[in-house]
């Protein structure tokens, strides 16, 4: 069974940033977002519909950052990858998931509670 593209930055052949493109990329296409620029090598940024997503080359890893930008406070949340830990792309593609539909559930809350008052 081959290695992963993001586990082979860890041989010498293997350029680390290179690693880190594969890695992004393919968190980002289980989150169907389009892939970030070619150009973007160290930092790379995704934007969903309610978060916005920067990724940082560490050496060894990488950070996440997200973003809640549309709500009434803005609040972000951020996650350190290293590469020795293996991290799966399905994982962490699953973890932006939870946190976008928290924030969807959220702003529901509010109207479901103002309904509720009115009723009694």
């Not at 916005?52 to 951020?78: I, Q």
């Not at 020795?84 to 969807?104: C, K, L, T």
Request: aromatic share 12%; with cysteine.
């Amino acid at each position: 069974m081959p290695l992963p593209p993001w586990l082979l930055s860890r041989l010498p052949s293997e350029s680390p940033t290179r690693g880190f493109v594969a890695f992004t990329d393919a968190v980002a296409r289980l989150l169907e977002l389009p892939p970030a620029p070619a150009a973007e090598v160290y930092e790379r940024r995704y934007d969903t519909d309610r978060v916005w997503m920067v990724w940082r080359f560490k050496n060894g890893g990488a950070s996440l950052f997200l973003e809640r930008p549309y709500g009434e406070f803005r609040e972000g949340v951020t996650v350190n990858l290293q590469w020795h830990h293996s991290p799966n792309p399905e994982v962490v593609a699953a973890m932006i998931q939870a946190y976008v539909r928290r924030g969807r559930r959220e702003q529901r809350r509010p109207c479901w509670l103002a309904r509720l008052l009115r009723w009694h």
